[in-house]
């Protein structure tokens, strides 16, 4: 990962970010499987419901279609929850996450590129300063900022965070002011 810009940049930053175009909270539970059920196929029980009722409404909320979105930061803690959160955004049908990995959708020339921060992996996941980070990463893409990680077209920014196993949901939708 490229080495971050000095404080003067965050000063900035914190003085001029992006207009909130919408944010709202939403719950679920990742799917229960029963003891008996071990040893089923449950790849058409597993999603994050919660994850897609908050992006649905946060699309929504802001008159937005994910096809608006110049690139998104998400919650990518492990690899199948960024999977499921293709699924849950709407960038893939369901069970079908990893196509959009391996089609080069979330690459930084795809459809909607995703992570070009490298992802809470790359640095360590911080808990806690989780949802603080990606929004820091996305701010920076739209104020131009974010040296080679910088997308050539950087508009609308949407960020998904989440808690626990999908228990809390988060999407922020930011915007570049002109």
């Not at 940049?9 to 970010?17: K, N, Y």
């Not at 909130?20 to 499987?33: A, Q, R, T």
């Not at 999977?83 to 069970?95: D, K, P, W």
Request: with cysteine.
């Amino acid at each position: 990962m490229p080495a971050l810009p000095d404080r003067r940049l965050f000063m900035r930053l914190a003085t001029s970010l992006p207009q909130v175009k919408g944010e709202l909270p939403w719950s679920s539970e990742l799917k229960k499987c029963r003891p008996r059920d071990f040893g089923r196929s449950h790849t058409r029980n597993l999603g994050f419901d919660g994850a897609a009722r908050a992006w649905a409404k946060t699309l929504d909320d802001a008159r937005l279609k994910l096809t608006d979105l110049s690139f998104v930061e998400t919650h990518d803690c492990f690899t199948i929850a960024e999977l499921l959160e293709y699924e849950a955004m709407g960038l893939t049908l369901r069970g079908q996450g990893a196509r959009a990995t391996l089609e080069g959708w979330t690459a930084a020339d795809g459809k909607l590129p995703v992570n070009r921060s490298g992802g809470l992996k790359s640095k360590g996941h911080p808990i806690g300063a989780t949802g603080v980070s990606m929004h820091v990463m996305a701010a920076m893409q739209l104020a131009g900022q974010a040296g080679a990680m910088q997308l050539p077209r950087a508009d609308i920014g949407g960020v998904f965070n989440m808690g626990g196993a999908a228990v809390a949901n988060y999407v922020s939708i930011l915007e570049r002011q002109h």
